[in-house]
């Protein structure tokens, strides 16, 4: 007999992550450019990242798995982050997903 089924430990490890959910406000979604800024942002913090859209999920290490989840104008993402500084970091996050970068298309 198992004293703690796997789900269980599941919803333990869940319960000290915080997470928060943005909407992508850039007219041209996340291309390489916000891509390159969100992945830059990660790498300066040492906790547990991860980015969920409809399309997929990515840890926010790869640029490039940032650019495959296709994310569009009005796309909603919910940011997980565990680790020290967890709510503002994951704020910091959402803050960028949501920003309307000036960059030039094409």
Do not use: W
């Amino acid at each position: 007999m198992e004293l703690f089924s796997r789900s269980y430990i599941t919803l333990c490890l869940i319960e000290y992550m915080v997470y928060v959910e943005a909407v992508i406000k850039n007219e041209a979604g996340i291309h390489c450019r916000p891509s390159a800024i969100l992945i830059k942002e990660r790498a300066t913090y040492q906790g547990d990242v991860m980015v969920h859209s409809e399309s997929g999920s990515t840890t926010l290490q790869s640029a490039l798995e940032c650019i495959m989840l296709g994310l569009e104008q009005g796309a909603r993402v919910r940011i997980e982050v565990n680790g020290a500084n967890e709510e503002a970091f994951a704020a910091r996050l959402a803050q960028l997903f949501e920003t309307k970068f000036d960059f030039p298309v094409g």
